[in-house]
């Protein structure tokens, strides 16, 4: 069965910091895996995703995942935060079908000054 | 604009009321999806569309209704709303192939009193 769990609701970091975002996915197929971002009184909006080929894929906002197969894993980062990445960050994996996705219960994310 | 568009963006209703929130599409995205956000759950799917008239259940399927006469429209009805039903809700559309994204809306607010 195809599930994601997300380690850590909340993740607090400082301005300029890293930034890793934790996510594992069960898959009984090839896992195609996403990260979105939701800011407050929006809908996710996709910053990434994994299907095939390279195993570390570049989004925007200068944020980057690494799909590790091993590890059943698909981390989100970014080298250095920035106020404005303070949001809610969703990973997500294709369901066994192929229809649909499954998410993970999201991670808040604070940056403070 | 292109886009995907829900409306309304906030609704009050009572208990017993049936309520439709509406989805509409520019892209003529064939995948069509309707799912429900609340604290501690991430998002749930409800119902998904692969085409015009083809409509199946998500997780979360009881007390709600889905219709798709038209390849741009995906309209959601609560035919009875029940406070559980207190969420925020979200549409999202994507293209043919599991390896698309899929696209948000900014969600509709329900609160059912």
């Known amino acids: 069965a195809q599930s994601v769990t997300q380690l850590g609701s909340h993740v607090s970091v400082s301005e300029g910091a890293l930034v890793l975002l934790r996510c594992n996915y069960s898959s009984s197929v090839p896992p195609y895996l996403f990260w979105y971002v939701q800011y407050p009184n929006q809908g996710l909006q996709l910053l990434l995703k994994y299907t095939t080929g390279a195993t570390l894929v570049k989004g925007i906002n200068g944020f980057e995942a690494e799909f590790k197969k091993s590890e059943t894993s698909f981390h989100l980062t970014k080298p250095s935060a920035h106020m404005s990445d303070a949001a809610e960050y969703f990973c997500?994996?294709?369901?066994?079908?192929?229809?649909?996705?499954?998410f993970g219960k999201g991670t808040t994310l604070s940056v403070s000054s | 604009d292109a886009g995907i568009t829900q409306s309304p963006r906030y609704k009050i209703t009572e208990t017993g009321r049936q309520v439709t929130l509406m989805c509409h599409q520019t892209?003529?995205?064939?995948?069509m999806f309707w799912y429900r956000q609340d604290l501690g759950h991430g998002l749930r799917l409800i119902y998904y569309s692969a085409a015009a008239d083809i409509t199946d259940k998500g997780e979360v399927p009881d007390g709600y209704v889905v219709s798709r006469s038209k390849t741009e429209n995906f309209p959601l009805t609560l035919e009875s709303a029940t406070r559980s039903q207190t969420s925020v809700y979200f549409c999202?559309?994507?293209?043919?192939?599991?390896?698309?994204?899929?696209?948000f809306g900014d969600g509709t607010r329900l609160s059912i009193l």
């Open positions: 997500a994996v294709r369901n066994q079908a192929g229809t649909a996705l499954i």
């Open positions: 999202a559309s994507r293209g043919e192939g599991s390896n698309q994204p899929q696209h």
């Open positions: 892209w003529s995205h064939s995948y």
